[in-house]
Every structure is written in C-alpha cells, then in structure tokens.
C-alpha cells in the first residue's frame, strides 16, 4: 500500500495493482466448449521450464495428432504464438478479445474500485493475539506465565464441550481473501 495526497492535502491510502499486459491465450466458444470465455496469461515462463503441452498451448507444435486431425479435416483452436505464461486463468466475460490480443489495464479505465482476491501472507502456527487481536492477560499480579495465552475456554459440565468456532491458535494467514 501507499498514499496519495488530494488537492486540499488529505491522504488517500490506495493499493498499486500490477494489471498487465495479459496475452489472450485461448477463446472458449460455445459450440466447441460449451461455454463462452477467454484464457488469460500473465508472466512469460522461459520455454526451458515449460512443458511440451503447456509450448503446444500457446504456440503450433508439429505432432502426429495434429497432422491426423488437419487430415480429417478438423480445424486446429487458434494459438496466441506468445511465450508460455507462468499464471493462467479464464475469465467468463462477453467482451470479444481475439486470441493473440494483449489486455492492459485500460481495461479498468471509468471503473471507481475493482474486487481483488488473493492469497493473504503465511504467518505460520500463531498465538490468540495475533491471530484474533485478543488482549492477553495482565502482566503483573496474579498471572502465572500466561501473559500470551486466551484464558478460559469452555463452560460447565453442560454443555461439556466447545462450541464449533471457537478462537484458538492455530494457522494463520494464507488463505484467499478478497
């Protein structure tokens, strides 16, 4: 995150998304797949880290299978004849990109705000403070060593047990979030 300052000096926190250029790798069409979408890439990934159907995706590989359809008379899908990209995904949108197109991010020009999701930071194993901004305990009289720790957990004899939910320590972060 960073700020930005507004004409009459207020800070503005914002967050900088990196949005591109994403190539158009493959278009999906209803009478072929089924459904209507497009397959984006992001970040080149060097041919040498890139497997042999992963080269075939986004460029024309001479194979036995491919001479065998072109001879029945199956058209080849189009190939966005770009390097292997390391992230790809594919988006349900009615816009008509055409296979080889390069989406930047004057896509998002005239939109206010955009939903991101993403995977949040891996904190590990962590304590109730932490991961619950619990308070602690009292730092002087009447703690024993349990300064960190969340107190009390249950109830009585009746109910007997935790009720589902209940905030513990556990594993922390690295979770999709939106």
């Known amino acids: 995150m960073t700020q930005i300052f507004d004409a009459d000096g207020t800070v503005v926190p914002v967050t900088v998304i990196e949005a591109g250029p994403c190539a158009v790798l493959a278009a999906r069409t209803a009478d072929r797949d089924g459904y209507e979408a497009i397959q984006l890439g992001f970040l080149d990934k060097p041919r040498r880290l890139a497997s042999r159907s992963v080269r075939g995706h986004v460029a024309k590989l001479d ?29 349900r949108d009615e816009s008509k ?47 024993k060593k349990v300064h960190r720790h969340q107190g009390g957990t249950g109830m009585c004899q009746s109910p007997g047990r935790l009720f589902k939910g209940k905030k513990m320590a556990g594993r922390y972060g690295n979770e999709r979030s939106t």
């Open 97 to 143: 990109a055409k296979v080889g197109q390069t989406v930047t991010v004057a896509a998002f020009e005239g939109c206010e705000a955009v939903d991101i999701t993403g995977t949040t930071k891996g904190r590990g194993t962590a304590g109730v403070m932490k991961r619950h901004n619990f308070a602690g305990q009292r730092a002087s009289h009447g703690v």
């Open 63 to 91: 194979s036995k299978r491919s001479k065998q359809r072109s001879a029945a008379g199956i058209d080849p899908a189009p190939k966005a004849d770009c390097e292997p990209k390391r992230f790809v995904r594919e988006l």
